[in-house]
């Protein structure tokens, strides 16, 4: 069965350290998709990444960087010099292109806690 | 703006009240995803419309009931309002395909005292 599994329920640091969000994920699928998504205090919800099943490639963008390996299945986030705004919670997600209902399969999120 | 509408932003209402919550998708996005998202807790799928009927249903109680109309807006309609349903009630649209992912409103935050 499907399934996301954040295993870092809450990380803190001091601001300008690198911190790395794990994210594992389990389908049967051959096409699938993974997402992350970021929850300020503020409680919305903001879409950072998607990325297909068929392209490795990582990802960089500004102090962001994601690298999905499909050997391993995950799709790890790195915030590099992490700053006070990153606090957040991030919520890694997995659809699966063979449901019919497009689902997002949740994680159960990690709480990042940047100090000053 | 993220293109998904949600209203209201906040409600308290008493126990054993009523309430509809509103939500507009994104312009061209025929799915609809309602969530629940307790304190500190994760998102709870609760139900899915698409192109107003009816796809998926989650944890849904019984005393929620949701609707996409012909506009394609949807309403989640809670009743018998109990202390545990306050939470932040989340809609998300999307195009119906599964390398999109969703689009998230902002959120109703709901008090119930």
């Known amino acids: 069965a499907q399934k996301v599994t954040q295993a870092q329920t809450e990380i803190s640091v001091v601001e300008k350290e690198d911190v790395t969000l794990d994210c594992v994920y389990e389908?049967?699928?051959?096409?699938?998709?993974l997402f992350w998504y970021k929850q300020p205090p503020s409680g919305e919800l903001v879409f950072l990444i998607r990325r297909n099943s068929f392209d490795e490639q990582n990802e960089i963008s500004g102090r962001y960087s994601w690298n999905f390996q499909k050997s391993t299945s995950s799709f790890n986030f790195t915030i590099t010099a992490s700053q006070v705004v990153d606090s957040a919670v991030y919520f890694c997600?997995?659809?699966?292109?063979?449901?019919?209902?497009?689902?997002?399969?949740w994680g159960a999120g990690t709480k990042l806690i940047i100090k000053p | 703006d993220s293109g998904v509408t949600q209203t209201p932003k906040h409600l308290i209402t008493a126990t054993g009240q009523r309430v509809t919550l509103r939500c507009s998708p994104r312009?061209?996005?025929?799915?609809v995803y309602w969530y629940q998202q307790s304190l500190d807790q994760g998102l709870q799928f609760l139900i899915q419309y698409y192109n107003g009927e009816e796809r998926a249903k989650g944890n849904i109680l019984e005393r929620f009931s949701a609707q996409q109309f012909p506009d394609l807006h949807s309403e989640l309609n809670l009743s018998s309002l109990e202390l545990g349903d306050s939470a932040l009630y989340f809609c998300?649209?999307?195009?119906?395909?599964?390398?999109?992912?969703?689009?998230f409103g902002s959120g109703t935050r709901l008090t119930v005292v």
């Open positions: 389908t049967r699928d051959t096409t699938y998709y």
């Open positions: 998300a649209s999307g195009t119906g395909a599964p390398n999109y992912g969703y689009t």
């Open positions: 312009s061209g996005d025929l799915s």
């Open positions: 997600a997995l659809s699966e292109a063979e449901d019919s209902n497009y689902q997002l399969i």
